[in-house]
């Protein structure tokens, strides 16, 4: 007989007295029935911690750990230093789980031993008129499921949402936890696993409702600024890229713009020295941007000769890039990969 693994469920909090009731609620109404609810108050100073103990109700379960304020990166590796399982789940102080969540998520980890971290569907839990690109990027995350195409688009954003995974408590002691920096904490760790070869994959089914109130970190804090993400990105990408493009091929980046450029210049101090742009713009076509030679898709050198990074963000050039590339024998991750 298989031994249920024992689940620790981390949720860092500060100042959520307003929301941690439901979330706690939410964990206690698992139908997986082994876990541990480890609630890490990160100096709160409003009522977290009672509110999450008054949701509790006497469940030997929860744990609260009362810590002075130091961010979410010393909450999150205090939550799993004090972690009894040998699985990791994580969830915030204003989201909800669906009571599947934890059974769904063992299951996978159980049947597919190659995959180190599942993550699952989420629902939009905002205002989709007044927060359209937050709710376009759950779209577009929610339609990434297994390992390859999870790995192959994680240039673009971070490719799930923090508090909806489980991940092998193991991965820490192989490949480290949590940094603290002036970047994402979790996209950062996310790109760091993937490196390593750690495989990501989702359960195809909508387990968390993902909440978008206006205090949430990731709006009010620097280290979530999209350009934040690029200075992530770029370090991990140019390593990405040089181990696929070798010492042969030249690099280009799709997208000749003042703000493509300017995003994507982090790739020069890590080591990646760009061939030259790609752009349909007929006013750049044919100019030196930077030095560098600005070609139309058509001029782009064939496969054995070029490796591209897609750089444009604008809503639909991914996937036009996608098929202009692919047309020409282009293939994901060995010729170009998406990175906008």
Not at 139 to 155: K, M, Q, T, Y
Not at 159 to 176: E, I, N
């Amino acid at each position: 007989m298989i031994e249920t693994p024992l689940v620790s469920v981390v949720m860092p909090a500060f100042n959520a007295a307003k929301t941690i009731g439901v979330a706690v609620r939410s964990v206690l109404a698992q139908s997986f029935p082994g876990f541990e609810l480890i609630v890490v108050d990160d100096g709160s100073t409003d009522a977290t911690a009672a509110e999450a103990q008054a949701a509790a109700n006497g469940d030997e379960r929860v744990r609260v750990l009362d810590l002075p304020h130091g961010g979410i990166v010393a909450a999150l590796n205090a939550g799993i230093a004090a972690a009894r399982g040998e699985l990791i789940a994580r969830m915030d102080a204003d989201d909800e789980m669906r009571p599947r969540r934890l059974e769904a998520q063992v299951a996978l980890l159980a049947e597919r031993p190659d995959v180190g971290v599942v993550g699952c569907l989420v629902e939009f839990g905002g205002d989709r008129d007044d927060a359209v690109g937050y709710a376009l990027h759950v779209d577009w995350l929610n339609s990434l499921l297994e390992p390859d195409e999870i790995a192959l688009h994680r240039f673009v954003e971070a490719p799930v949402a923090h508090p909806s995974v489980t991940f092998r408590r193991v991965l820490v002691d192989q490949f480290g936890g949590y940094v603290e920096s002036d970047e994402p904490e979790d996209y950062e760790l996310w790109l760091r696993w993937m490196e390593a070869g750690v495989r990501f994959a989702k359960v195809p089914e909508v387990l968390l409702r993902w909440n978008d109130p206006p205090t949430r970190i990731s709006r009010t804090s620097a280290r979530y600024a999209r350009e934040a993400f690029y200075a992530c990105k770029s370090r991990y990408l140019a390593r990405f890229v040089s181990r696929h493009a070798g010492p042969t091929r030249g690099v280009w980046l799709w997208g000749a713009g003042r703000k493509t450029r300017k995003r994507f210049a982090a790739l020069e101090s890590a080591g990646i020295e760009l061939a030259g742009y790609i752009d349909i713009d007929a006013a750049k076509i044919g100019q030196r941007i930077a030095g560098r030679p600005v070609r139309s898709p058509r001029d782009l050198p064939p496969p054995d000769e070029a490796y591209v990074i897609g750089g444009v963000g604008v809503r639909g050039a991914r996937e036009e890039i996608r098929a202009s590339l692919e047309a020409r024998g282009f293939r994901l991750g060995a010729d170009f990969v998406p990175a906008a």
